[in-house]
């Protein structure tokens, strides 16, 4: 009782002076929540519903409040039948019911779903009124896009259905389906994230109070082109709709659903799995979270459009970083941004690290909304030093791995800035404190030269991007700006004086390019000193400054130095996979031709899904003599003193405690790749060791691993790391000539056998089968079709077709059979005619039956003939025949479910008469007499029950328009009745 007057009782809710109403809404846990119900802000066509918002008075959070209303219309009379109060009366126990079905629902909570917080039913004198108190979602919906007629990019796509197939993966296994999952049910927040709405209870409200209660029940056909699709497969259908629509920009509205050939080739196939028809096709949203277009690295995406919010060209450097530590914001005027692609393509989050060269700053792309990585680099154009950076960019442009930071794009900007000049004592203060975390590097700190202010060798600090510097003893810049070292990657004190020069200078790089009479500073740079020498200010004068600007991959986890630092060593299936995929990255560095020169932990980033990208080509080189390295060999037996004209391959250059001993010994020494095999020994061992907990104790671990003798600490344990041990002894071997190249270790049996998740190797496979021009494919078809077959599979495949004892006398009926019926349809002036055993697989052909499918030596499907009606209809179509009449006795075929089993044959019969007459009904009528002269012919027949199947469309739509259905909805029924087979 006490239930029934909550739910049923008068409403009591009050109307206040402002304009708002007061909801009263029951709750088992905290009591009663009133609620100040607000404007409207939109009603739902679809669904039946009306949304306003709401505040809750004693937490002061605002809510949502979504609303049905039940109404019943008196048509005739004052007073409502007995008929009437009973159909009222099934309305408020289905509304009960739809009570005990939210309450389920109020457990759930998923970040990707709208939290249902209460349910209120007030009876009124002609209504009855259902609020539903929701979790406050600011932000808008995907229904903004259709509206609007805007297209989705893919990328962000990809950011919201793997949001929206997580809700739905975690509605399903909670045994919740959704059942109206459209454009306006899937909210964007304000950080971007999915929250999806209306699941379960919307749909069953909907269908309750949008029915009259007083209306007959009568048979009413859908407006809607496109079926419903009920079930769990039925969300995963209507998301893809939802899906295609949003990539179109406008509503879906075609049957069967066609996805368009000019999206990209994994997102079709992602959409074919979601709108296939047959449902035991259709993936789960479990399958489709492992499919290739939601399986790569992803970024989530924020949800300022610019489109959809004025507001949302707000530059975001004053959101992300306070003015205040911006050190040379003016730097760049309204004007210099108005015409910097940079600030018109990119929108700045945050400064990712400041290596030798410049900064690299994490951006976002304002069109596609995918995060980067920019690497932006003062430089002066007319100075030698500016070769080695393009030699960067030249390099990156050609290298295109999976295990390599890619590359996108380069593009230089010339602005112009007022310098003004410094006093000494100006200069040398600013020169001593250090820079805030900014996005943009102080005019005063820099150089024409981009090297010249970089710190010394050995002393280099890295984040993401830092290049170390080439050295040899032809020419010295002395930089002013000095910055702390990283004790992961540096070895102070212990190789600074063998790998370093002796100079006055704690800042001083060499560079290997110049010339020997390229001494001197360059004007500007004197120009510079002699300022900050005197000791009078000068008027500020126009300097035009020129950065390069470099597009990579954003890697968003780590870097490999992290990985080790947290303990790589204990995992030992992820660590042969990471070491296996860097020397993948280092195989096609090299079979490029190129020298990376620069491998260390922190050079090697990790992406969002853990896989290796080798980054920070600054001192990769291109290997002149690569092609004739293998015939060199063969002929010196020092087999890295290779010819080097262009003088790339000499002088010490890398960081010391990774550099290899060739580099090491001599400033005009040449080399091989093989250096780069040197370097990923000591990075193996710091994966397979356990993390080092001081510089010195790294430094001293290290240093001596790289003696000639290679001497492995005391803890390393031989026993457990053998294949370890074994792999780095190859390694760091002092010879280059007996150290392995990248593709030798990758074809050793030193390495595992690579291990492969489930998902992965469904991956690798589905990218393989979708290019059948690749040396994969191929690869794998060999493979395939290399198989041998076992005696017991010879024996067995064919056995139940060839059991039991031949019978001459069965064979002997069945060939008069056959003639006699032949001899029939002869007397109708039939030919026998055969068409291709063979047909390419096509699932539209037989959507409800099953073929026997096999796979020729390329890997094309084909398929045996389920009827003997396809094949000859292609036929048919094939040699433009238009008048025909021709018969054929021939097998036809079903599969077993048994595997590796010879297919079910069966005997058919066909006659089939082509005329170039449509609307003549002679051939029917003549298919039917030869029909009936066959059982005539076998009077065995009349004692046996046998059927006769009649089908044509004209005699379906006769039988309809007996039946009184209207002609213009015939199609409707077709589909009704085709799905119901």
């Known amino acids: 009782r006490c239930r029934r007057e909550r739910h049923f009782s008068v409403s009591n809710n009050e109307e206040s002076p402002g304009n708002y109403e007061v909801l009263n809404f029951s709750t088992s846990g905290s009591g009663q929540l009133i609620v100040h119900k607000g404007k409207c802000l939109g009603k739902d066509e679809q669904l039946g519903k009306s949304v306003y918002n709401a505040l809750e008075i004693r937490s002061g959070d605002f809510v949502l409040v979504y609303e049905w209303v039940l109404h019943w219309q008196k048509k005739m009379g004052r007073f409502l039948t007995s008929q009437e109060i009973e159909k009222i009366e099934k309305c408020k126990k289905q509304l009960q019911g739809a009570e005990t079905e939210f309450s389920s629902l109020m457990k759930l909570s998923h970040p990707n779903i709208v939290h249902y917080k209460c349910m209120n039913l007030k009876e009124r004198d002609d209504s009855i009124v259902v609020d539903i108190l929701v979790e406050h979602i600011s932000g808008y919906s995907l229904s903004t896009y259709l509206h609007k007629e805007t297209p989705v990019p893919v990328e962000q796509l990809r950011h919201y259905v793997t949001q929206i197939l997580s809700a739905l993966d975690y509605l399903h ?30 749909k069953r409200l909907a269908d309750i109070c949008k029915a009259d209660v007083f209306e007959q029940t009568k048979v009413r056909f859908s407006e809607d082109g496109l079926p419903s699709k009920p079930g769990k497969k039925g969300d995963v259908w209507s998301l893809g709709l939802l899906l295609l629509s949003l990539s179109q920009g406008q509503l879906t509205k075609e049957y069967p659903v066609a996805v368009p050939t000019s999206l990209p080739a994994d997102f079709q196939d992602f959409l074919e799995k979601c709108v296939c028809l047959e449902d035991k096709e259709r993936w789960t949203p479990q ?25 949302a060209g707000i530059d975001c450097i004053e959101t992300v970083v306070p003015s205040s530590q911006i050190s040379s914001a003016s730097f760049f005027t309204e004007t210099q941004r108005q015409f910097s692609r940079y600030y018109n393509e990119f929108e700045e989050l945050k400064l990712l690290g400041k290596g030798a060269f410049g900064a690299v700053i994490k951006v976002r792309n304002k069109l596609d909304g995918c995060y980067y990585a ?35 794009n380069a593009w230089i900007e010339k602005h112009e800035s007022p310098v003004p000049a410094l006093s000494s004592s100006e200069t040398t203060e600013e020169k001593r404190v250090p820079t805030k975390a900014g996005l943009f590097i102080h005019a005063a700190e820099e150089t024409n030269d981009v090297e010249a202010n970089a710190p010394p060798l050995v002393l280099t600090s890295s984040v993401e991007w830092s290049t170390s510097c080439e050295r040899s003893s032809s020419n010295k810049f002395s930089g002013a700006d000095q910055e702390s070292s990283d ?10 004086h063998s790998f370093l020069p002796t100079t006055d200078s704690d800042s001083e790089i060499v560079f290997d390019n110049e010339d020997e009479n390229s001494k001197d500073h360059p004007p500007d740079e004197e120009g510079n000193e002699k300022n900050s020498h005197g000791g009078e200010d000068r008027a500020p004068v126009i300097q035009t400054v020129h950065y390069l ?15 080790i630092d947290q303990g790589l060593y204990e995992d030992t299936s992820r660590l042969w996979r990471l070491f296996r995929e860097i020397l993948d990255g280092l195989a096609y560095i090299h079979e490029k031709g190129m020298i990376h020169r620069d491998l260390k932990p922190v050079n090697i980033f990790l992406d969002s899904d853990d896989h290796v990208k080798i980054g920070d080509f600054g001192l990769a080189t291109d290997h002149p003599a690569n092609a004739v390295v293998s015939k060199q060999e063969e002929n010196h037996s020092d087999s890295f003193a290779i010819s080097d004209p262009s003088g790339n391959l000499t002088g010490m250059v890398g960081t010391a405690l990774y550099v290899s001993p060739e580099v090491q010994g001599s400033t005009k020494s040449t080399y091989n790749q093989k250096v780069d095999l040197f370097s990923l020994g000591i990075i193996f061992f710091e994966m397979s060791y356990h993390p080092m907990s001081t510089a010195s104790e790294r430094i001293f671990v290290l240093g001596q691993l790289r003696l000639p003798s290679i001497v492995f600490p005391k803890d390393f344990d031989e026993v457990k790391n053998a294949k370890q041990r074994s792999v780095i002894t190859w390694l760091l071997n002092h010879d280059p000539a007996a150290r392995p190249t990248a593709v030798e270790l990758l074809k050793s049996e030193h390495l595992p056998p690579p291990q492969m998740e489930e998902s992965e190797l469904h991956e690798v496979l589905h990218h393989t089968l979708a290019n059948v021009d690749g040396k994969a494919y191929r690869t794998m078809m060999s493979q395939i079709f290399s198989q041998r077959v076992s005696p017991a599979i010879d024996y067995t495949y064919d056995s139940d ?14 060939q008069h059979v056959c003639e006699i019926v032949s001899r029939i349809f002869k007397r109708h002036g039939a030919i026998k005619l055969h068409t291709p055993l063979l047909m390419p697989r096509n699932k539209k052909l037989y959507e409800h039956n099953e073929a026997s499918y096999f796979m020729d030596h390329s890997g094309m499907l084909v398929m045996l003939p389920y009827d003997l009606r396809i094949p000859f209809a292609r036929f048919v179509a094939r040699n433009n025949i238009s008048n025909l009449k021709r018969y054929c006795i021939e097998r036809v075929f079903r599969p077993r479910k048994l595997d590796r089993c010879h297919p ?15 609307n003549s009904f002679l051939p029917i009528a003549e298919t ?28 379906l739509k006769a039988i309809l328009l007996h039946c009184g259905i209207p002609e213009d909805k015939l199609n409707q029924v077709y589909i009704i009745l085709y799905d119901a087979v």
Not at 297 to 307: C, G, L, Q, S, T
Not at 377 to 382: E, F, T
Not at 907 to 918: K, N, P, Q, V
């Open 487 to 496: 004790d992961d990657d540096d070895g102070d004190g212990v190789f600074s």
């Open 173 to 202: 296994n909670n045994s919740v389906v959704h059942k109206v999952l459209c454009a306006s049910s899937v909210l964007v927040d304000a950080e971007g994230n999915i929250k999806v709405t209306d699941y379960s209870i919307s």
């Open 549 to 563: 600007y470099i597009q990579m991959e954003y890697c968003e986890k780590s870097t490999l130095r992290d990985t």
């Open 904 to 918: 079910k044959e069966l005997l058919e019969c066909a006659f089939d008469i082509i005329t170039s007459t449509g």
């Open 801 to 814: 077709l060839l059991k039991g004892s031949f019978s001459i006398w069965a064979a002997k009926i069945q």
């Open 287 to 311: 399958q489709l979270l492992q499919h290739s277009f939601i399986n790569i690295p992803r970024m989530k995406i924020p949800v300022a459009e610019e489109n959809l919010d004025d507001s």
């Open 374 to 408: 920019v690497k932006r680099i003062r430089i002066n154009p007319a100075s030698k030093q500016f070769r080695r950076i393009k030699g960067e960019v030249t390099l990156l442009s050609r290298l295109n791995h999976e295990n390599i930071v890619r590359y996108y």
């Open 928 to 955: 039917i007499y030869a029909i009936s002269e066959i059982i005539q012919e076998f009077s065995v027949l009349q004692e046996r029950n046998y059927s006769i199947y009649l089908n044509h469309t004209a005699l």
